[in-house]
């Protein structure tokens, strides 16, 4: 799951759905972000990144380009949350090329109502 010690980066994307300014008005506001998952051997499976670098390229590899991407850094809080949803982290030193083998989708990931949240583009 994730560490204390080191930042991890999830992948935040829209599906082609919302345009950055959806992202700013809506995400931001309500404190939630679509993260991308995919399915394999019935298991959900968040890809998590220790650098944003690393998730972009994951991105670029995967996604089509027209698809709205990016990156958040998670802690130890989201952690908690995400653990609560039966979805396993998996931890990617390499942007592997999955889409030949898994069907991406996005989890809706609530912030904890505390949390400071900012987009940079």
Same mark, same amino acid.
């Given at each position: 799951?994730?560490? %204390?010690? /080191?930042?991890?980066?999830?992948?935040?994307?829209?599906?082609? !759905?919302?345009? #950055?300014? +959806?992202?700013?008005?809506?995400?931001?506001?309500?404190?939630?972000?679509?993260?991308?998952?995919?399915?394999?051997?019935?298991?959900?499976?968040?890809?998590?990144?220790?650098?944003?670098?690393?998730?972009?390229?994951?991105? %670029?590899? /995967?996604?089509?380009?027209?698809?709205?991407?990016?990156?958040? !850094?998670?802690? #130890?809080? +989201?952690?908690?949350?995400?653990?609560?949803?039966?979805?396993?982290?998996?931890?990617?030193?390499?942007?592997?090329?999955?889409?030949?083998?898994?069907?991406?989708?996005?989890?809706?990931?609530?912030?904890?109502?505390?949390? %400071?949240?900012?987009?940079?583009?």
């Amino acid at each position: 799951m994730l560490r %204390e010690s /080191n930042m991890l980066y999830a992948i935040v994307c829209t599906q082609g !759905n919302m345009k #950055l300014q +959806d992202i700013r008005n809506e995400c931001l506001a309500q404190k939630w972000v679509p993260l991308l998952v995919f399915h394999q051997d019935d298991k959900t499976i968040l890809p998590l990144f220790e650098s944003a670098t690393v998730a972009r390229r994951f991105s %670029e590899r /995967n996604l089509p380009k027209k698809w709205l991407t990016g990156a958040v !850094n998670l802690d #130890l809080r +989201d952690g908690e949350i995400i653990g609560k949803k039966d979805i396993q982290c998996v931890v990617y030193q390499f942007p592997q090329k999955l889409k030949d083998f898994v069907e991406f989708d996005v989890e809706i990931h609530e912030y904890d109502s505390d949390k %400071e949240l900012e987009v940079k583009t």
